[in-house]
């Protein structure tokens, strides 16, 4: 069973940088797909980016990135710590929120499944970000 635990959120000025990192303390993600979503305050949670693990072995991962954060963030996996990161350059405002990270074992035939939330079994708890202006 995979257990996640985000942490790196705070405050932060806007233009700044934060990286979240997400720990697992139970089975390992090396052969899972992983993600990270966020609810902006009084939004349904929504997609950030995904790192896809191709069960093939001969597939380089693939990442994906919301428009919104295209450019900005970079997410990325440590397997020796078992961790996945989101490295978040020239934050805004717009960028405030709860992040939240998420894993999955399960191969999808469509790399569109990766954006849904419902795709991914194993969450953390969430991690505050706050972007002053």
């Known amino acids: 069973q995979v257990e996640l635990v985000e942490t790196g959120g705070g405050l932060v000025q806007a233009g700044g940088s934060l990286r979240l990192s997400c720990a697992s303390s139970?089975?390992?993600?090396?052969?899972?797909?992983v993600a990270w979503f966020r609810q902006l305050p009084g939004e349904e949670q929504e997609f950030v980016s995904t790192?896809?693990?191709?069960?093939?072995?001969?597939?380089?991962?693939?990442?994906y990135y919301s428009d919104s954060v295209e450019g900005r963030f970079t997410i990325s996996r440590d397997n020796a710590q078992n961790a996945i990161y989101l490295q978040m350059n020239n934050l805004g405002p717009e960028d405030t929120g709860v992040y939240y990270c998420?894993?999955?074992?399960?191969?999808?035939?469509?790399?569109?499944?990766?954006?849904?939330?419902?795709?991914?079994?194993?969450w953390g708890q969430g991690t505050q970000v706050t972007v002053d202006s």
């Open positions: 790192l896809i693990w191709h069960a093939d072995g001969a597939t380089s991962e693939t990442t």
């Open positions: 139970g089975d390992t993600l090396t052969k899972s797909s």
């Open positions: 998420a894993a999955t074992p399960l191969v999808y035939m469509s790399d569109s499944f990766y954006f849904r939330k419902d795709s991914y079994s194993a």
